[in-house]
Nanobody, 121 residues
Framework: QVQFVESGGKVVKSGASLRLACVASGRSFNSPGMAWYRQVPGRDREFVAGIGRYAGPYYSDAVLGRFILSRGDADNTMYLQMNSLKFEDTAIYYC???????????????WGQGTEVTVDP
């Protein structure tokens, strides 16, 4: 079973920066990439950014130009640098594998606890 642990969320002011981290584990973790998603209570989970195992990152229109996704030294880690945060970025952020690089579908049905980001306007 694959497990994901997200960290780094906190309450910040509008315009601030924040860095989230994700660590994946499990013997069956073997997706072509990893991705961040976010969810506001009452709404569907949405794709934020993805990165390939051997390919660069891509972003949703909502965060393009403000967020930077990078891989850690290990294949099972990644970071999301969030700059110029807006109230609309308030959500619980989750990570998962990518089903296919270039797309937005999560690879696994298992989700971690997520990390909560709150941006005060």
């Amino acid at each position: 079973q694959v497990q994901f642990v997200e960290s780094g969320g906190k309450v910040v002011k509008s315009g601030a920066s924040l860095r989230l981290a994700c660590v994946a584990s499990g013997r069956s973790f073997n997706s072509p990439g990893m991705a961040w998603y976010r969810q506001v209570p009452g709404r569907d989970r949405e794709f934020v950014a993805g990165i390939g195992r051997y390919a660069g990152p891509y972003y949703s229109d909502a965060v393009l130009g403000r967020f930077i996704l990078s891989r850690g030294d290990a294949d099972n880690t990644m970071y999301l640098q969030m700059n110029s945060l807006k109230f609309e970025d308030t959500a619980i952020y989750y990570c998962n594998g990518l089903k296919s690089y270039g797309l937005t579908t999560a690879a696994y049905e298992y989700w971690g606890q997520g990390t909560e980001v709150t941006v005060d306007p």
